[in-house]
């Protein structure tokens, strides 16, 4: 009888830690663009809050989008690996299985929504859009979108930013670019009379480029977004992995989220110097 139990026992203890051994081993594979400061860019020196890429070795991510992916990963006991994606390219990798997750400053519109399941918002204040411009446009002191009129306008690819564009009128709608930097380099070189970005990254772009001036629209005088906010996004399959980041996200107060984008700024800025 001693030996049934201790055999019971054995068998048990080897249960629980093989389990234990495959949490432990657990890893999420994240997806992110690497080029949408201060949510996610990407550098060349490791830091003790950056990330290495996994798909671009030498190379890291950071932002608040690395941020609150690893504080989700803290809370759900899992591992990240992140992996460089083209923002165009994000949901189709998640669908083909070759990542897990995307946080990567996407927001949850319709039509990504019939693609793909999305969590609660994870973002620090309410996303809002605002414009940039050439410093020496005519378009500068612009304060609504129909100010812009007949702005010849260009925009990312598959972006929110660029199907918004058409709320401006007569708009002259640039064919879009698949890299956000691309994009600046148009308004920049006066290829385009402008473009759409949230305010965060508005905040980014001015100190990044001397050249442009960033129009932060007031209540009513912007574009009507039509969504939620900025989302992770994971496959409708994974119901699981989508309760268990929503359960997460939620746990991760405002106060945190805050503490962790201020953080990020600050990051982003030392980078820039």
């Not at 973002?123 to 304060?143: D, H, L, P």
């Not at 956000?180 to 970005?197: H, K, P």
């Not at 989302?231 to 746990?251: H, M, P, Q, T, W």
Request: aromatic content about 10%; proline content about 3%.
């Amino acid at each position: 009888m001693k030996k049934y139990i201790l055999l019971i026992l054995l068998i048990v203890i080897t249960a629980v830690y093989t389990f234990m051994s495959r949490e432990d081993d657990r890893v999420i594979r994240v997806g992110i663009e690497c080029d949408h400061a201060p949510y996610n860019w990407e550098e060349k020196t490791e830091s003790d809050s950056n990330v290495p890429l996994v798909n671009n070795p030498g190379f890291y991510a950071e932002g608040y989008d690395v941020q609150i992916a690893k504080a989700v990963a803290d809370k759900i006991g899992a591992k990240l690996e992140f992996c460089k994606i083209q923002f165009d390219d994000l949901i189709y990798a998640l669908n083909l299985g070759e990542i897990d997750v995307i946080f990567s400053g996407m927001v949850d519109t319709d039509e990504r929504k019939e693609l793909i399941d999305f969590t609660v918002p994870y973002e620090v204040t309410k996303t809002e859009y605002a414009a940039v411009v050439n410093t020496k446009s005519r378009y500068v002191n612009a304060k609504s979108i129909w100010e812009l009129e007949g702005a010849r306008m260009i925009a990312q690819k598959n972006s929110r930013f660029d199907s918004v564009i058409e709320q401006i009128p007569n708009v002259i709608h640039i064919p879009p670019l698949d890299a956000q930097t691309a994009v600046i380099m148009e308004v920049m070189n006066f290829n385009a009379d402008g473009t759409v970005v949230n305010y965060d990254t508005g905040l980014s772009y001015e100190k990044t480029y001397p050249n442009i001036t960033v129009i932060y629209f007031t209540e009513d005088h912007g574009f009507n977004l039509g969504f939620t906010g900025l989302c992770a996004g994971v496959r409708k399959s994974d119901r699981k992995l989508l309760d268990e980041i929503n359960y997460a996200i939620e746990s991760i107060s405002y106060r945190q989220r805050q503490r962790i984008m201020d953080s990020t700024i600050a990051s982003l800025w030392k980078n820039l110097e």
